[in-house]
């Protein structure tokens, strides 16, 4: 079975159609969380996920959406977004983020936003992400939140690799090597690459594909620009930073 693996969103409408239009229909999607926040579109958004997503975690601006935890860990500009996303989302789509999980566990995988157990703690280096592996005896994790997209391998012996995936590429799964793969972020990249990212899990020839999709940004610029969101948020669109 193949499954796309979105995360990040983030209220980016045109980002989000167009990794959409990327994955077939007989695809599953997987979404890892944060699909509000920072962006001018969270209804919309939320609308497409609930009616293509097989299955979705919360992300920490999801929560930080339905009532306001953990909004004072947030920067200025993002503090801002999530007010005014509180002010604009709708009563049926916070009821259904309220309902969310925060990770989802099968016989393959796990999905979480950030990191196993410590769900909002970002995973970018070796030390981290050793101690996510250690959270959990998931075989393949799959994690956002850093808007990198990249991945790290457990080996039997207990080293670990990472590799990025800046501009998208291919991961075969080794048996006995346990993974935490980051599918990058759909509507705020920030690897220097501001096209969007996605994964593809392909269960059966046991892969990872990353892609990268070109969007087009400046819709999503003006969009911030109406909504008198800060405009700092418009300008790492277009520099994926």
């Not at 989802?104 to 796990?110: C, G, H, N, S």
């Not at 996605?198 to 620009?225: C, G, L, M, N």
């Not at 405009?231 to 520099?239: C, F, G, K, Q, T």
Request: charged share 20%.
């Amino acid at each position: 079975m193949r499954f796309a693996v979105i995360s990040d969103v983030h209220a980016n409408l045109e980002s989000l159609e167009a990794v959409l239009a990327r994955v077939p229909p007989s695809d599953a999607v997987l979404c890892l969380g944060d699909i509000v926040g920072y962006g001018p579109n969270p209804n919309e958004c939320l609308a497409l996920v609930r009616e293509r997503a097989t299955a979705t975690v919360l992300g920490n601006h999801d929560v930080a959406a339905v009532d306001g935890f953990g909004i004072e860990f947030f920067n200025d500009a993002a503090r801002t977004a999530i007010e005014w996303t509180r002010g604009a989302i709708d009563a049926d789509h916070v009821a259904w983020l309220d309902g969310l999980s925060y990770e989802l566990r099968t016989d393959d995988y796990l999905m979480v936003h950030g990191a196993p157990v410590e769900y909002f703690t970002y995973i970018l280096n070796k030390r981290t992400a050793a101690q996510a592996f250690a959270a959990t005896d998931a075989p393949l994790v799959f994690v956002g939140h850093t808007h990198l997209a990249d991945y790290y391998a457990l080996a039997p012996d207990g080293s670990i690799a990472h590799a990025h995936r800046q501009h998208g590429g291919t991961l075969e799964l080794e048996p006995g090597v346990r993974y935490i793969v980051n599918a990058g972020s759909v509507g705020q990249p920030r690897d220097l690459n501001p096209d969007a990212s996605f994964a593809t899990y392909d269960s059966d020839a046991r892969t990872i594909v990353w892609e990268r999709v070109p969007y087009a940004f400046a819709r999503t610029q003006a969009k911030i620009e109406a909504a008198h969101l800060p405009a700092s948020l418009a300008r790492r669109l277009e520099l994926g930073r």
